[in-house]
């Protein structure tokens, strides 16, 4: 079993930065994407970025100019750099991997919090 394991969540204060990384566990074959979503008390989880294959990137609309993700494709890394943070943006933040290696997989990791205070 793949695990992923995020890193980089906290507090700060609105106009602060964070940097989320996400590492698999182990060499993982076949991945498509990987990207980040998070979810906020008392509402769904919802898409903030994915990069997938070939470097193809899609943001939340909410996050477009403050966000960027980028991967190391050799270690299975996915990282987000937030800038301009919002209240708003408060929510555990998970990292995901999605592909086909015989079989599809659609891996979660155990999610990182991210404050943001006003």
């Known amino acids: 079993q793949v695990q992923l394991v995020e890193s980089g969540g906290g507090l700060v204060q609105a106009g602060g930065s964070l940097r989320l990384s996400c590492a698999a566990s182990?060499?993982?074959?076949?991945?498509?994407?990987m990207g980040w979503y998070r979810q906020a008390p008392g509402k769904q989880r919802e898409l903030v970025a994915t990069a997938a294959v070939g470097g193809v990137t899609n943001y939340a609309d909410s996050v477009k100019g403050r966000f960027t993700i980028s991967r190391d494709n050799a270690k299975n890394t996915v990282f987000l750099q937030m800038n301009s943070l919002k209240p708003e943006d408060t929510a555990v933040y998970y990292c995901?991997?999605?592909?086909?290696?015989?079989?599809?997989?659609?891996?979660w990791g155990q999610g990182t919090q991210v404050a943001v205070s006003s």
């Open positions: 995901n991997a999605k592909g086909y290696n015989y079989q599809r997989f659609d891996y």
């Open positions: 182990r060499s993982l074959f076949g991945i498509n994407s």
